[in-house]
């Protein structure tokens, strides 16, 4: 493991020790997503390799989360949002460690940098596989409008930024475009009969981030490195349904990092080798 992964997993489980805090004094649910839930069953902490950290929320905690974080945050912490960052193109927040900073590989953009975990709200999805699609085309479609329209790019030019400071119509169409992608998003959380929710801001494929109300709300208390965390009891259909034999570790060649090109934090440059 890289001296970058290490700091990196020490600045996040800081971070999501901080997040845990403010969620148990306020009764919010949450649970580890992804890699960190496979992190928590299969490592009892971090994959060793990965630079992320990921946790999702019923949208209505998500939402208390948001509002609890104004005056009860850290002030170590930036708490990204699409209204906190008007440079932030993504459907989820994250939380920012504020003492580092970051180069993310093959993502260049305007919006803040710094060490952080991804927060991922859960909203109800139809029954209906015609009005699953509609929705998660016009989440998906938004998104990428949004990451064009607010720079974001694989590769840093001289013109991006020329473009950025001349464009002042950039904002305006950015608020329709999160308008819109939030209302599709949030269309049917109050309907109380349907069963199933789903991160729609998920990378996986549709049907691998596909929940239950029941897996969301019954929640087991696991070790992850130095904290007790929260994850669905029912980890092990989730986790078969996200990577099969989820207890197989990948081939050697492919326990690398995906995100991280560069960590800058206690006066010091960490390079990810």
């Given at each position: 493991?890289?001296?970058?992964?290490?700091?990196?997993?020490?600045?996040?489980?800081k971070s999501l020790a901080t997040f845990i805090e403010l969620c148990e004094a306020h009764q919010l649910t949450y649970t580890l997503l992804g890699g960190s839930l496979l992190g928590a069953i299969r490592h009892k902490g971090?994959?060793?390799?990965?630079?992320?950290?990921?946790?999702?929320?019923?949208?209505?905690?998500?939402?208390?989360?948001?509002?609890?974080?104004?005056?009860?945050?850290?002030a170590d912490y930036f708490l990204q949002t699409?209204?906190?960052?008007?440079?932030?193109?993504?459907?989820?927040?994250?939380?920012?460690?504020?003492?580092?900073?970051?180069?993310?590989?093959?993502?260049?953009?305007?919006?803040?940098?710094?060490?952080?975990?991804?927060?991922?709200?859960?909203?109800?999805i139809p029954n209906d596989q015609g009005a699953r699609d509609v929705q998660i085309q016009t989440?998906?479609?938004?998104?990428?409008?949004?990451?064009?329209?607010?720079?974001?790019?694989?590769?840093?030019?001289?013109?991006?930024?020329f473009f950025d400071k001349h464009d002042h119509t950039k904002q305006e169409d950015a608020q329709q475009l999160?308008?819109?992608?939030?209302?599709?998003?949030?269309?049917?959380?109050?309907?109380?009969?349907?069963?199933h929710v789903k991160n729609l801001s998920s990378q996986y494929d549709y049907d691998q981030e596909v929940f239950t109300i029941d897996q969301i709300h019954?929640?087991?208390?696991?070790?992850?490195?130095?904290?007790?965390?929260?994850?669905?009891?029912?980890?092990?259909?989730?986790?078969?349904?996200?990577?099969?034999?989820?207890?197989?570790?990948p081939d050697e060649a492919d326990r690398v990092s995906k995100h991280l090109n560069q960590l800058i934090m206690d006066n010091q440059v960490f390079y990810n080798r």
């Open positions: 493991m890289s001296e970058l992964i290490d700091r990196v997993h020490q600045v996040e489980l971090f994959i060793p390799w990965d630079d992320d950290l990921d946790v999702g929320m019923p949208r209505e905690s998500y939402n208390q989360f948001i509002e609890l974080a104004k005056t009860e945050l850290p699409e209204t906190s960052d008007q440079n932030y193109a993504w459907g989820y927040m994250k939380l920012l460690d504020r003492k580092t900073y970051i180069v993310e590989r093959n993502n260049v953009n305007n919006a803040r940098k710094g060490v952080f975990i991804d927060i991922f709200p859960l909203d109800r989440v998906r479609e938004t998104t990428i409008r949004l990451l064009i329209r607010l720079g974001y790019r694989y590769f840093d030019t001289p013109f991006r930024t999160r308008t819109r992608r939030l209302t599709a998003m949030t269309q049917y959380n109050q309907d109380n009969q349907l069963t019954h929640l087991i208390t696991v070790p992850f490195e130095t904290l007790q965390v929260k994850v669905p009891a029912d980890y092990d259909t989730i986790l078969t349904q996200m990577y099969h034999d989820y207890q197989q570790w």
